[in-house]
């Protein structure tokens, strides 16, 4: 069984830059959710995705943007990056209706 | 709104004490609650949950918490703690869209 697995690790972009983070699902689940982490801070829920379609979002604009795919892997997309961006980005994996979440080792994103 | 409060920021202890970190949340129904550790640069690691039964909950690493609805709290404890416990450590509570809702965190330093 495999775990959840972000790609890449570390990312340096350009304000104003649009940027995508990967994240594969634990093996069986179907559903992904995304989460911003900044600095010293406790992680804060981006969306969630389930069967393709966002199935709830948090407190962030419409440029954060998420895709999943029939593999149940999905995408996080930024567009016009802003300072305030900079965080470790989080996706976690598991199956809807149950209680249990399984994170990866995030995205490290610096905006620059 | 549902809400997740840890007091403690930051708290030291030497090797082989006792440890206690609190969590209070704030939820209208039934919580199903979570502490994961953070290793620094890492996801998150979950560490035990609680959702319905015996309110003393085990989990890894030698970890338990206890649940008390009366005091809103699912305090997390160790009876000795090990040099490698040293890390970020977070309550989270799941709200009724499935989503994680996390306390900003604290971080445990361990001295030999």
């Known amino acids: 069984e495999t775990g959840v697995t972000q790609s890449p690790t570390h990312l340096i972009k350009t304000r104003g830059q649009q940027v995508t983070l990967r994240c594969s699902s634990q093996?069986?689940?179907?559903?992904v959710s995304w989460y911003q982490q900044a600095l010293g801070q406790g992680p804060q829920f981006i969306f969630q995705?389930?069967?393709?379609?966002?199935?709830g979002r948090g407190n962030f604009p419409p440029r954060f943007s998420g895709l999943q795919f029939p593999n149940y892997s999905s995408e996080l997309n930024v567009n016009a990056l802003e300072l305030d961006d900079s965080a470790l980005y989080l996706c976690?994996?598991?199956?809807?209706?149950?209680?249990?979440?399984?994170f990866g080792q995030g995205t490290r994103l610096t905006v620059v | 709104a549902q809400s997740v409060t840890q007091p403690d920021i930051h708290i030291t202890v030497s090797e082989g004490a006792s440890l206690e970190l609190r969590c209070n949340y704030s939820?209208?129904?039934?919580?199903?609650l979570f502490w994961y550790v953070q290793s620094p640069g890492q996801g998150l690691q979950l560490l035990l949950k609680y959702f319905s039964g015996d309110t003393l909950v085990q989990g890894i690493k030698g970890f338990e918490a206890e649940f008390k609805r009366s005091q809103s709290s699912f305090n997390l404890r160790k009876p000795s703690v090990h040099w490698s416990d040293a890390a970020e450590y977070f309550c989270a509570v799941r709200d009724n869209t499935d989503k994680l809702i996390f306390g900003t965190g604290t971080r445990l330093q361990v001295f030999p």
């Open positions: 093996s069986g689940h179907n559903t």
């Open positions: 976690a994996s598991s199956l809807i209706g149950n209680t249990e979440a399984f």
């Open positions: 939820y209208g129904a039934t919580p199903y």
């Open positions: 995705y389930y069967r393709e379609e966002e199935n």
